[in-house]
């Protein structure tokens, strides 16, 4: 468990401490748009966990994916780690830099000769008003196929 009299520093990817070392603390910062809790849930990090840089990059893409899924199409997510001086616990800390959130202001459909317009707007998930979505985008498109 990290002290404060045992501060933390940073240590080589693969090192022998980063095969024994736990996660003692995870910490968000700058994230004030989406509810800290939701966004540390999404990370899937947590004290206690066996500290692995390839775990702190999975975490990182999970947390940059909720914020493009919210709208939030230049966000940028950093992760820092640091081990203490012993090797034994890891402090993580994701940095977000959310920008700004896109919304989708309406949807047109365009080119449609046969098929009739209703029928295509009951397949289109995406809505005016809602955070613009990678994923919403993905299942409309899914859906037209």
Known sequence: MARPDRP??????GSVAEATALVDRVELQGATALEPSAVLEAARMEPSDPFALSAVVAARERILTLYRNEGFCAAEVEARSALDERGESALVTFVV?????????????AGLRVTKESAVRRLVTIEPGEPLSPM????????LV
């Open 8 to 13: 933390f520093v940073d240590r080589p990817p």
């Open 97 to 109: 830099r959310e920008g700004e959130r896109t919304r989708v202001d309406r949807v047109i459909l």
């Open 136 to 143: 919403a985008i993905a299942e409309t498109r899914q859906n």
